[in-house]
C-alpha cells in the first residue's frame, strides 16, 4: 500500500509540472554573412567593459558567414577582428537595444536585440550593411553583410 501511496504521488507531481515546452532552437545570435569568402584566417574578440577580452571566434579558415553571441547588459558591443594575411584589426561596434524575451519560469529569460546602428575602422573591412535589424531565435536570414577589402 505504501508503495502504491508513493506512486500516486509521483504521477501528481509529474502532473503538475509545467507542461510548456521551451523553444528547441534557443540561441540568440547575431548572424553575419561574408559577401565573398574571406580568403584569409579570421579571429574575433569581444572588448568587455571591464577591459577583458574574450574570443568569440577562433582562427576561422576562409569564413563564408559567423554567428556571433550579444551581451545582453550593454548598448554598445566592441568587438575587435582580426586577419592573418593582411595582418590588421578592425574594430566593430555594434549599437542595440537588449530586450528580456520571458516565456515561462521553466525556460528562463532569454534577451532578443535590436540593432540600432555599426560602426567600424576600414583597416580590413570595406564595409558592414544591416539586413535584419531584429535578432531573436531565428538565425535563417543574415542580420548583418560584411564585405571584406580585396586580399589579392
Known amino acids: 500500500m505504501k508503495h502504491l501511496v508513493t ?3 509521483l504521477l501528481l507531481l509529474t502532473a503538475a509540472c509545467s507542461s510548456i ?4 532552437q534557443n540561441t540568440v545570435a547575431c548572424y553575419y554573412q ?3 569568402t574571406l580568403k584569409d584566417t579570421l579571429t574575433i574578440f569581444s572588448h568587455r567593459k571591464n577591459g577583458s577580452d574574450t574570443i568569440l571566434l577562433n582562427q576561422s579558415q576562409n569564413p563564408t ?4 553571441p550579444l551581451s ?3 548598448g554598445v558591443d566592441t568587438l575587435l577582428f ?3 594575411r593582411l595582418a590588421v584589426t578592425d574594430t566593430v561596434w555594434l549599437y542595440k537595444n ?9 525556460c528562463g529569460v532569454a534577451y532578443f536585440h535590436e540593432i540600432k546602428d555599426v560602426k567600424y575602422t576600414r583597416k580590413g573591412i570595406d564595409s558592414i550593411i544591416i539586413q535584419k535589424t ?10 548583418l553583410r560584411i564585405y571584406f577589402k580585396s586580399r589579392d
Open 82 to 84: 582580426t586577419t592573418k
Open 72 to 74: 545582453y547588459q550593454n
Open 7 to 9: 506512486a500516486v504521488l
Open 21 to 24: 515546452e521551451c523553444p528547441v
Open 134 to 143: 531584429f535578432i531573436d531565435y531565428d538565425l535563417t536570414n543574415p542580420h
Open 34 to 36: 561574408v559577401n565573398d
Open 65 to 68: 558567414s559567423f554567428k556571433l
Open 98 to 106: 537588449d530586450m528580456p524575451h520571458f516565456e515561462s519560469v521553466d
